[in-house]
């Protein structure tokens, strides 16, 4: 009697977002607030998800993880805003939530900013997004 062998598999989406769910409700302000931001999001058909958005679309598709990058912000008080977001997130999600912090690489305290994270739980760094963030 051949024995069977079973190979465990993880489905892992390596490229989400998720927002924080006052992103969604004061859209407008947002939209003013950030050039690339308004570029991807004046259409209010764009969809803004939030961590508990996004584990309810991994449950029904059968994604085990999801890597949850920050968005390119181009003010470095909403990256710092979306990134604690983010932690929080990841921490409530049972490690479901790999969370990738962004930073405004101009700003003075970007490296002191990205060792907080770290020591939080943030896994990588992302997104970035040279051309509105103002540097190359």
């Not at 409700?25 to 308004?38: C, V």
């Not at 968005?71 to 979306?82: I, M, N, Q, V, Y």
């Not at 490690?95 to 770290?118: H, N």
Request: glycine letters at 6%; proline letters at 4%.
């Amino acid at each position: 009697m051949a024995l069977l062998r079973y190979h465990a598999r993880m489905i892992i989406d390596a490229h989400t977002h998720i927002f924080p769910p006052v992103v969604n409700e004061d859209r407008d302000a947002y939209l003013q607030r950030d050039t690339t931001f308004r570029e991807l999001y004046t259409n209010p058909k764009a969809r803004i998800a939030t961590a508990e958005e996004l584990i309810a679309s991994m449950d029904e598709a059968g994604i085990d993880k999801s890597v949850a990058c920050g968005f390119g912000w181009s003010d470095a008080e909403l990256c710092r805003e979306h990134n604690d977001y983010l932690l929080e997130a990841a921490e409530r999600s049972g490690g479901r939530l790999i969370p990738f912090c962004t930073i405004q690489p101009s700003d003075k305290a970007a490296r002191d900013d990205l060792k907080r994270w770290a020591s939080r739980g943030a896994r990588g760094l992302g997104e970035l997004r040279p051309v509105s963030q103002g540097y190359s």
